[in-house]
């Protein structure tokens, strides 16, 4: 299976490219789309969208995982951030691959083991499951390949949940 995680941004957007097999974790690619910050939003979105659409065409992904994040502090970049991910949303559903989400503390919580993990112990941990010589290019695509691997993770736990037999899972008295 080949899964492409996203980090969203609408200055710089990290896409990651992980194939699993046989319970294997293998690193195909990753990158940054980056924009420049003084042109009008909506130029920047669509160089996203366009950008995205060829990583997808060249790789062709079972499946997109989004980060779903959550920022507070201001106002303007939630939204903005929004948007990008809005963006990265409707090209993977454009794609026509199914689309999933996950949320920063799934993240760290399926690399790291520890849901409030810092940066640098998840891009360590990346570099351990991938067995990647060298570091991705950018902070956002490291954060892109473990949002893949969250979502590659899950997924061997929801198969494992939906094999396990019903009369196993229930508790006798």
Do not use: W
């Amino acid at each position: 299976m080949r899964v492409i995680g996203i980090d969203p941004g609408t200055v710089t957007t990290g896409y990651g490219v992980v194939d699993e097999e046989n319970h294997r974790l293998s690193y195909v690619a990753s990158g940054s789309i980056t924009t420049v910050s003084k042109q009008p939003l909506p130029k920047r979105l669509k160089k996203i969208y366009d950008e995205l659409l060829t990583v997808f065409r060249s790789q062709k992904p079972s499946a997109v995982v989004v980060e779903n994040t959550f920022v507070s502090k201001n106002f303007q970049s939630a939204l903005k951030l929004g948007q990008a991910r809005g963006i990265a949303l409707l090209a993977a559903e454009q794609y026509g691959v199914p689309v999933y989400e996950c949320t920063p503390t799934e993240v760290k919580l399926a690399v790291v083991g520890y849901g409030a993990a810092r940066k640098d112990q998840v891009e360590s941990m990346v570099g351990r499951l991938l067995n990647l010589k060298v570091a991705p290019d950018s902070d956002h695509a490291a954060d892109a390949l473990a949002v893949a691997i969250c979502y590659l993770h899950s997924a061997k736990i929801r198969a494992l949940a939906r094999d396990y037999p019903a009369s196993k899972a229930a508790v006798s008295p």
